[in-house]
C-alpha cells in the first residue's frame, strides 16, 4: 500500500481537531473529571520518567501478542475446518455459537476460578473470547473457496502444503485480514479487563489502582499511551496486510 500524504494529513487534522475539542470541553467543564490535555501528558511524562508507564505497556502488549497469535490460530483451523466440512459444522455450530454469545467477563471469571490467578487463565480467557470470532469469519472463507481452483488442484494432484499454500491460503488471505484488524481491536481490550480483574501489573491494573484514587489524567494517559500503540500498529501493519491482501481485486479491475 502506498503511503499517501493526503491521507496522512487528513488523520493528523483530525486528531488535532479531537484534542482541540477536549481542551475546550475541560475549559468549560473546569472539573477532576476531565482534565485537559496538558494534565494528561504531564502525568505521563512523570510515569515514563519513573519507568511504570513502559513496564505496563511492555507487558499488556506480550498478553496481547500471545493472545491474539493463539486466537488467530485456532480460530482459523476451526473455521477453515467448519466450512470445508459440513458434517462437522452442523455438530458443533452449536457450541460456536454458545461462545460467541458467552460475555466475557464469565469467560474471564471462569478462567481464574479453575485455573487461578495466573498467566495461563489471564492468557487463555482472552483467546477464548477471540477464538469464535475468527472461527467464524475463516468458516466463511472457507465456503467462498472456488470449485474450479478445487478442481484443478486435484487434477495436478497437487500435495497438501502445496494445496494450502496456492489455492487456498490465497483466497482465505482477505477473510485472515479481516479477521485479525477486528481481531486485534478485541483483545486488546479484553486483555485490559482482565488485567483489571486478576494480574498485579499492565494497564488494566494501572488503571483499576487510579481508577480507585479518582486520577482521571491517569486513566485518560495509560488509555491514550496503549490506543496510540495500536493505532500504530493498525496503520503500520494491518492496513497494509490488507491492501496486500486485497490486491487481486485491483489488478482484476
Known sequence: MRFSWSGALVRVGSLIALLVLWQGAAVLA??????????????LSKEAAAGDLFNNLAVTLARVAVSFVLAMAVGA????????MRRLDRVFDSWLVVLLNTPALVITVLCYIWLGLTETAAVLAVALNKIPTVAVLLREGARALSPELDEMAGAFRLSFLDRMRHVVLPQLEPHLAGAARSGLALVWKIVLVVELLGRPNGVGYAISVYFQLFDVAAVLGYALAFMAIMLTIEYGVLQPFEAHARRWRLETR
Not at 477532576?32 to 490535555?37: E, G, Q, V, Y
Not at 483451523?77 to 470445508?84: E, T
Open 30 to 43: 473546569h472539573s477532576r473529571a476531565l482534565p485537559p490535555p496538558e494534565a494528561v501528558l504531564a502525568f
Open 77 to 84: 483451523v476451526i473455521g477453515v475446518a467448519f466450512g470445508r
